[in-house]
């Protein structure tokens, strides 16, 4: 059985709370979650045909009644770990296809929305098998009624789908096709900062790295940070 080593490396001037989530219930990895303090990593192995996503939580705390939550990508279980349910928060994501059907493939999106730079290097990279990522700060070019803030300071930046929930938004009802789900000031800022992820449901790039061979990957918070 293929195995691929993630190495999670943080290089934000903060601490950096992983999440890992498993979509196919067969191939699951662990832990679900983690601290990882600034300069740490932590190598993680996927196992073959794991189909899961990586982001990360900012800001986070346990309250006096033990409760852990976070002010950004938080996955609500109340707890350091995110077993169980997911539902999408406005954060940067990589989704990996391990070995599915011989075939490594990773895809980032801000397409919910941003919270953190976030770049992928694959150990054996080809013309196909590059490296990706969304290495800007956008929190502070995020239009004023999508900011997530924490106090005075932009946290986060949430799409116009997690924001409003319409079918024009979201590119749901009449407006699922490439004629009908248009562009907006999100998807524009977004497109011009990080050209090889995926902002939304029909843009046109082509966002999803394709590695043939089975590969290692390290994903790093904050890659260009000093």
Same mark, same amino acid.
């Given at each position: 059985?293929?195995?691929?080593?993630?190495?999670?490396?943080?290089?934000?001037?903060?601490?950096?709370?992983?999440?890992?989530?498993?979509?196919?219930?067969?191939?699951?990895?662990?832990?679900?979650?983690?601290?990882?303090?600034?300069?740490?990593?932590?190598?993680?192995?996927?196992?073959?045909?794991?189909?899961?996503?990586?982001?990360?939580?900012?800001?986070?705390?346990?309250?006096?009644?033990? $409760?852990?939550?976070?002010?950004?990508?938080?996955?609500? *279980? =109340? &707890?350091?770990?995110?077993?169980? #349910?997911?539902?999408?928060?406005?954060?940067?994501?990589?989704?990996?296809?391990?070995?599915?059907?011989?075939?490594?493939?990773?895809?980032?999106?801000?397409?919910?929305?941003?919270?953190?730079?976030?770049?992928?290097?694959?150990?054996?990279?080809?013309?196909?098998?590059?490296?990706?990522?969304?290495?800007?700060?956008?929190? $502070?070019?995020?239009?004023?009624?999508?900011?997530?803030? *924490? =106090? &005075?300071?932009?946290?986060?930046? #949430?799409?116009?789908?997690?924001?409003?929930?319409?079918?024009?938004?979201?590119?749901?009802?009449?407006?699922?096709?490439?004629?009908?789900?248009?562009?907006?000031?999100?998807?524009?800022?977004?497109?011009?900062?990080?050209?090889?992820?995926?902002?939304?449901?029909?843009?046109?790039?082509?966002?999803?790295?394709?590695?043939?061979?089975?590969?290692?990957?390290?994903?790093?918070?904050?890659?260009?940070?000093?």
């Amino acid at each position: 059985m293929t195995m691929s080593t993630l190495t999670i490396e943080n290089k934000c001037n903060h601490t950096v709370w992983p999440v890992i989530y498993s979509w196919n219930v067969d191939s699951q990895v662990s832990p679900t979650g983690f601290s990882l303090t600034r300069g740490e990593a932590r190598a993680i192995q996927a196992p073959s045909s794991w189909y899961g996503l990586i982001s990360g939580r900012t800001l986070c705390s346990t309250d006096s009644t033990g $409760k852990f939550s976070c002010a950004t990508g938080d996955c609500e *279980s =109340g &707890k350091i770990e995110c077993p169980g #349910s997911y539902s999408w928060a406005p954060v940067t994501y990589v989704y990996f296809r391990i070995d599915d059907g011989g075939i490594n493939s990773y895809t980032i999106s801000v397409e919910y929305g941003y919270n953190l730079p976030l770049m992928v290097v694959p150990s054996q990279r080809s013309r196909t098998c590059i490296s990706a990522g969304c290495d800007v700060e956008l929190n $502070k070019t995020c239009p004023k009624n999508l900011m997530i803030m *924490s =106090g &005075k300071n932009p946290v986060g930046c #949430s799409s116009t789908c997690q924001e409003f929930n319409t079918p024009e938004t979201c590119c749901t009802l009449d407006f699922k096709s490439k004629q009908n789900c248009k562009p907006t000031v999100y998807t524009r800022n977004f497109e011009r900062a990080c050209p090889l992820a995926q902002i939304y449901a029909y843009d046109d790039n082509n966002s999803t790295v394709t590695c043939l061979n089975s590969t290692d990957y390290v994903i790093t918070f904050c890659p260009s940070y000093n």
